[in-house]
């Protein structure tokens, strides 16, 4: 050790997960996941590096996050590896790379991981925050794009968030694209005196990021710029009419937005967000797209593609927002009132344990008092009480926490009784 005694803390923009936080999470992975699994979605675990070739081929160079977000690095043999600041298009890596689209499609892939980007600090946004995603490949389907938001707005809902919004958009096909760009772009040129440096070279890179613009001057401009929604192309437009009637059928309520714009190039067709009222400036919760040319991108057949990915923090900072927290919760707590019973209950705490009960028990020898109050700091159900004349009679006495009652159990049929 070197010596130096200062504190030492995580880096900028990370943070640690505490155990209080840990159990709202929990709930909404868990949630999360069984939602994926209902919709047929199949676990997929990508390395937490990529080549940073498949981020600038596959989330594109006029992006912010690959202009000035990523955690780039050599490694030892000269290779740039970067971290991954998203998960579309690690995962279409791995589809292209395992000939994936071989297999029945669409293929439907689900990951839970960290996201790394360098982004300025605040409240829900970090530099390293976790998302829950889905990535359906191979179908073109407008049914699919409904079902993906529906799976989606199901987890909020079974999360309890609310003040929720949903806001579609479309980036068109290739067809309607360039002719919009360069409409766009002759009307933003008429205003170049209103636009700042900024928005200039914006103008230059990516004009339709223009819409996400914070400065107030240059959203003026362009609240009466063309809108891509009204210059879809035929094939376009049918896509997002069934998108919005499915929705309508599923009872989904959104907002469509003409000036939705998403930070990544492959994005095509329809483009949704989640927003929470809860949160302040980071309101989005969820939000993702259709990528119908990023399989082909990226080296594989033409193979269109559909996906989201949830911000968990963000998710957990709404939910605590709403007052909606998960209190700490175990089956059982095993309070032994004789230091010499401990061994002789050690078994019966294990079979508790093996048939799935949650249980803990006292490991510092306290007195009855204070291991009650251990017992309702962890949320136990039950306080499982054996002293000297409990033990004798092959009984403990079970102490329902909440009815505050309390009866005389067999030590045999604790678990049965436990288990109800
Ligand atoms: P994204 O909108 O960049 O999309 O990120 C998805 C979600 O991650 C956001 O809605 C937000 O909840 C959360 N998030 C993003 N950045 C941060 C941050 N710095 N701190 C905390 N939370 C954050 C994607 O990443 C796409 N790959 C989604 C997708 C999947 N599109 C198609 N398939």
Known sequence: MSGDTRRASAPKGTRDVLPAESRLRQRVIDVARDALERYAYQRIVTPTFEE?????RGVGTSTDVVRKEMYTFQDQGGRSLSLRPEGT????????QHGMHKLPLPVKLWYLAPMFRYEAPQAGRYREHWQFGAEAIGSSDP??????????????????????????????????????RALLVEYLERHLSELD???????????????????????????????????????AQVHREQVLEALGRLGIAYVEDATLVRGFDYYTMTVFEFTSDALGAQSAVGGGGRYD????????????????????????????????????????????LDDALRLPMLPVLERLRAAGLRCESDL??????????????LGARYAVIVGDREYAAGVATVRDMEAHEQREIPLGDLVEELSR
């Open 143 to 180: 049914l699919l794009d409904a079902e993906v938001i529906a799976l989606l707005d199901g987890v909020y809902r079974r999360l309890g968030l609310t003040g929720l919004e949903l806001r579609l958009g479309s980036m068109g096909d290739p067809e309607s694209r360039g002719p919009y």
């Open 364 to 377: 510092r020898g306290r007195s009855l008092k204070t291991m009650m109050k251990h017992a309702a700091t």
């Open 89 to 96: 298009a690690p995962v279409v890596r791995a589809f292209v």
């Open 52 to 56: 940073t070739e498949v981020f600038v």
């Open 293 to 336: 040319g990023l399989v082909e991108g990226l080296g594989g057949p033409p193979t269109p593609g559909i996906g989201f990915g949830a911000g968990i923090e963000r998710i957990v900072l709404a939910l605590e927002a709403q007052g909606v927290d998960a209190a700490p919760e175990i089956d059982c707590y095993l309070a032994v």
């Open 197 to 235: 440096a900024d928005a200039q070279e914006r103008m230059r890179v990516n004009p339709l990021r223009l819409f996400d613009t914070k400065n107030p001057r240059v959203a003026a401009v362009m609240a009466d710029a063309p809108k891509l929604l009204d210059h879809l192309s035929p094939a």
